[in-house]
Nanobody
């Protein structure tokens, strides 16, 4: 059974920063690309960022380019999303997921979410 546990979400003011962390268990983490997905209230899930198994390359959606950075530690089995200059539109539940960008349509590959709320 896939186990991905995200943490680090919080209430933060616009312009602030958060660091989300996802801990992986039960599968060979270093073999898979990993992805962050977010879902705002009442909206469809949105792909945020993906990282290759070797940490390079990485990809981010246009709305977060220059503000969010995805990274991973294959020894510690962790996936990270550093979020800077947060905006109210970044509010949502953030999930880490096993796989590439297409995993946004496969909830079975997602772990538990962590809530991010950005106040204006």
């Amino acid at each position: 059974q896939l186990q991905l546990v995200a943490s680090g979400g919080a209430l933060v003011q616009a312009g602030g920063s958060l660091r989300l962390t996802c801990t992986a268990k039960t599968f060979p983490f270093s073999n898979y690309p990993m992805t962050w997905v977010r879902q705002a209230p009442g909206q469809e899930p949105e792909w945020v960022a993906t990282i290759n198994p070797s940490s390079h390359p990485t990809w981010t959606t246009d709305s977060v380019k220059g503000r969010f950075t995805i990274s991973r530690d294959n020894t510690a089995l962790t996936l990270t999303l550093q979020m800077n200059d947060l905006k109210p539109e970044d509010t949502g539940l953030y999930y880490c997921a096993r796989g590439g960008r297409d995993v946004v349509r496969d909830r079975l590959s997602w772990g538990s979410g962590t809530q991010v709320v950005v106040s204006s």
